[in-house]
């Protein structure tokens, strides 16, 4: 099946509905879904963005400012997840429970707008790692159009540059609570530090990395691609990692990967 093949499929999934609210971040996963929806839709249609300390306030801003661009019909509510001590414990269900209290009032939001069912951009890659979301998703309701048609992030990726959508290529993000190891809790302070290094670090000109924060270590994933770039730029990278205030800046070998932290589960 072509991407065409799988996009006129997921109009068509997408059109079974009667009223959606998309879950969208910004991402190109949800961007697709959202414009698609937006397609099948029409009026019948809202996408509704989570602001919350998790997510690096500028990403918030681009995907504002993205939806603006699309002429998506966007709704924004605001979330806290470090007000649940099971969420900043940091155990290996830390997604369950932000899944499940984000859902649950997505779920309410689309109540109050007459919204028949609630969608996430979840795609069919994602059912290969360990995503404890995923059955707090199935528990409420949630549906995944991407996986129901059989949609890859590359996929994805191929329709979002087929559609000219401008973050086809948009590298992959994850909440910031992705960079800590489990049973380390997640603080506000811990939180700031991350997201302040990788900030930084997309200033310098990487595009895919991410910044795992054990304790006083920075260990940094560079895409493969990137890795000899980054090493190039260490000096700046370490001082990057002490000005946002880990004493300690290693670069992975390994390079980038998602769920890097979930390897620990599998060995």
């Known amino acids: 099946?072509?991407?065409?093949?799988?996009?006129?499929?997921?109009?068509?999934?997408?059109?079974?509905?009667?009223?959606?609210?998309?879950?969208?971040?910004?991402?190109?996963?949800?961007?697709?879904?959202a414009v698609a929806a937006h397609a099948a839709l029409g009026d019948r249609c809202r996408a509704v963005l989570a602001t919350g300390d998790t997510y690096p306030a500028?990403?918030?801003?681009?995907?504002?400012?993205?939806?603006?661009?699309?002429?998506?019909?966007?709704?924004e509510v605001e979330t806290y997840e470090l007000a649940d001590p099971r969420f900043a414990a940091n155990t290996p269900e830390r997604c369950y429970w932000c899944k499940l209290e984000l859902f649950g009032l997505l779920g309410r939001v689309a109540d109050v707008h007459g919204l028949s069912v609630v969608a996430d951009g979840s795609n069919s890659d994602d059912l290969d790692?360990?995503?404890?979301?995923?059955r707090a998703a199935a528990e409420l309701g949630i549906v995944s159009p991407l996986q129901d048609v059989g949609m890859t992030k590359a996929d994805v990726r191929a329709a979002a540059r087929a559609l000219?959508?401008?973050?086809?290529?948009?590298?992959?993000?994850?909440?910031?609570?992705?960079?800590?190891p489990y049973g380390e809790a997640i603080t506000d302070a811990g939180i700031a530090r991350v997201s302040a290094a990788e900030e930084a670090l997309r200033k310098l000109g990487l595009k895919q990395f991410?910044?795992?924060s054990h304790g006083d270590v920075a260990r940094i994933e560079?895409?493969?691609?990137?890795?000899e770039h980054a090493w190039l730029m260490r000096e700046?990278?370490?001082?990057?990692?002490?000005?946002?205030?880990?004493?300690?800046?290693?670069?992975d070998l390994d390079g980038y990967r998602t769920g890097s932290m979930n390897e620990v589960l599998s060995a």
Request: one cysteine or more; charged letters at 25%.
């Open 1 to 33: 099946m072509t991407v065409t093949d799988r996009y006129a499929a997921l109009l068509e999934r997408l059109g079974s509905f009667d009223s959606m609210l998309v879950a969208y971040s910004g991402g190109v996963d949800s961007t697709l879904l």
């Open 58 to 75: 500028s990403e918030i801003a681009q995907a504002r400012r993205l939806a603006h661009d699309l002429g998506l019909n966007l709704i």
């Open 129 to 134: 790692d360990h995503r404890p979301g995923a």
């Open 164 to 180: 000219d959508l401008p973050n086809w290529d948009k590298p992959s993000m994850a909440c910031l609570a992705s960079r800590f």
């Open 210 to 212: 991410r910044v795992r």
């Open 222 to 227: 560079v895409a493969t691609d990137e890795m």
């Open 236 to 251: 700046a990278i370490a001082e990057v990692g002490r000005r946002a205030g880990f004493a300690y800046v290693t670069q």
